[in-house]
Nanobody, 120 residues
Framework: HVQLVESGGGSVQAGGSLRLSCAAS????????MGWFRQAPGKERDWVATDNGVGTTYNGDSVKDRFTISKDNAKNTLNLQMNSLKPEDTAMYYC???????????????WGQGTQVTVS
């Protein structure tokens, strides 16, 4: 049974920083593809960044220049360091994982319940 639990969300002023964490339990290993997604009010959920233990990808230069995704293998945790936050980063942030190591494609097998990030 896989469980993903996000933490670290909150309210911050523009220009501030937050660090999100996703604790994974069950059959998720360090080589599983994991990622962060976000959904702003009235918008569809969109991917932010992925990490499969070999490489990372980011959805656009704005995210890549300000966010850093990383895995803490010892704690089986996925992190997202977010700096220089902007109001448009306001969203519910979700952690997701796949059963395999490939991050290609659109199917994600496991989801967390989300953590709210509000930037004012």
């Amino acid at each position: 049974h896989v469980q993903l639990v996000e933490s670290g969300g909150g309210s911050v002023q523009a220009g501030g920083s937050l660090r999100l964490s996703c604790a994974a339990s069950g059959s998720i290993q360090r080589t599983n593809c994991m990622g962060w997604f976000r959904q702003a009010p009235g918008k569809e959920r969109d991917w932010v960044a992925t990490d499969n233990g070999v490489g990372t990808t980011y959805n656009g230069d704005s995210v890549k220049d300000r966010f850093t995704i990383s895995k803490d293998n010892a704690k089986n945790t996925l992190n997202l360091q977010m700096n220089s936050l902007k109001p448009e980063d306001t969203a519910m942030y979700y952690c997701a994982a796949r059963a395999g190591s490939s991050c290609a494609g659109s199917v994600w097998n496991y989801w967390g319940q989300g953590t709210q990030v509000t930037v004012s």
